[in-house]
Nanobody
Framework: QVRLVESGGGLVQAGDSLRLSCAAS????????MAWFRQAPGAEREFVAS????????YYADSVKGRFTISRDNAKNTEYLQMNNLKAEDTAVYYC??????????????WGQGTQVTVSS
């Protein structure tokens, strides 16, 4: 069993930056691909970014390419999402997930509870 806890969300203005963290416990995070998803009010949950267990592969949604960067530190059992040049449309609850492969369509096995990111325009 893997427990994931997100942190770092908050209220910021358009153009600002935030860094989200996802701390894992229960198992070695290095065994899993990791990802970030988000869900805006009234919308479906959508893929944001993912990273392979060894950081060898990374995937990004088109809407965040060039602005968001996913990374991980397996020694700290933590993954990160650096979000720059935030836009109002980035407002959502952000979830981290762990699974067997770092692709957008992977059926991620473990999920965190989410952290709210609100961007005012």
């Amino acid at each position: 069993q893997v427990r994931l806890v997100e942190s770092g969300g908050g209220l910021v203005q358009a153009g600002d930056s935030l860094r989200l963290s996802c701390a894992a416990s229960g198992r070695d995070l290095g065994a899993y691909a990791m990802a970030w998803f988000r869900q805006a009010p009234g919308a479906e949950r959508e893929f944001v970014a993912s990273i392979a267990w060894n950081a060898g592969s990374k995937y990004y949604a088109d809407s965040v390419k060039g602005r968001f960067t996913i990374s991980r530190d397996n020694a700290k059992n933590t993954e990160y999402l650096q979000m720059n040049n935030l836009k109002a449309e980035d407002t959502a609850v952000y979830y981290c997930a762990a699974g067997p492969a770092a692709t957008p369509s992977t059926p991620y096995t473990y999920w965190g509870q989410g952290t709210q990111v609100t961007v005012s325009s």
